[in-house]
């Protein structure tokens, strides 16, 4: 079954410091989809990055960088030099492609992120 | 806008009733997905609709939940005889197709008393 592990509950932080987000996930699909989302306090999910199966290149955009990783199955989210705007909930989510007849997203129980300044 | 809507942001109504909750996709967008989110967790799939067409609907937890999009675009999720059990936000995403990223609505906040 296809699954996404958040095993960080919670994480606080003092702002300028580096912070990674771990993401674990379980899939029998060959192709799939590996996404990121926040989530901040006013409660509107936003985009940050969609990754193919196929593409293990690291990316960076800014602060950012995601490391996917298909040997330990593992697609974790780098902060770099926290900010207080940084502080929201951060999903992990799996696309669960469905043959010919969806996508849905299957997301983690998400990682609450404080920083302080 | 060029973002997601739904309506009404919060809906509060007494167990048994009737809602209808509404979507607004960004424009030109054909997958459309309800989702519902309970606190402290993430939003879990409910329905998926690409164009007019209910392509996946295994996620609705019962025959209670039911979802349109007769024209392609706008989108209504409506629940009949409401529970407690259904308070939660639900969420409205769309997409270009299936495999891209989902873009994501405000969401309806529901609580049923």
């Known amino acids: 079954a296809q699954k996404v592990t958040q095993a960080q509950t919670e994480i606080s932080v003092v702002e300028k410091e580096d912070v990674t987000l771990d993401c674990v996930y379980e899939?029998?699909?060959?192709?799939?989809?590996l996404f990121w989302y926040k989530q901040p306090p006013s409660g509107e999910l936003v985009f940050l990055i969609r990754?193919?199966?196929?593409?293990?290149q690291n990316e960076i955009s800014g602060r950012y960088s995601w490391n996917f990783q298909k040997s330990t199955s593992s697609f974790n989210f780098t902060i770099t030099a926290s900010q207080v705007v940084d502080s929201a909930v951060y999903f992990c989510?799996?696309?669960?492609?469905?043959?010919?007849?969806?996508?849905?997203?299957?997301f983690g129980k998400g990682t609450t992120l404080s920083v302080s300044s | 806008g060029a973002g997601v809507s739904q309506t009404p942001s919060n809906k509060v109504t007494e167990k048994g009733k009737y809602v209808e909750l509404r979507c607004d996709p960004i424009?030109?967008?054909?997958?459309l997905y309800w989702y519902r989110q309970s606190l402290g967790q993430g939003p879990e799939f409910l329905i998926y609709?690409?164009?007019?067409?209910?392509?996946?609907d295994s996620g609705l937890p019962n025959d209670r939940f039911f979802a349109v999009r007769p024209e392609g675009s706008v989108s209504t999720l409506k629940i009949q005889r409401t529970e407690r059990g259904d308070s939660a936000v639900y969420l409205c995403?769309?997409?270009?197709?299936?495999?891209?990223?989902?873009?994501f609505g405000p969401g309806t906040r529901l609580t049923v008393l």
């Open positions: 995403a769309s997409s270009w197709d299936r495999a891209r990223e989902q873009f």
């Open positions: 899939t029998r699909d060959t192709t799939y989809y």
């Open positions: 990754r193919n199966s196929f593409d293990e």
């Open positions: 989510a799996l696309s669960d492609l469905r043959g010919q007849a969806g996508t849905a997203l299957i």
């Open positions: 424009s030109g967008h054909t997958a």
């Open positions: 609709f690409q164009g007019t067409g209910a392509a996946d």
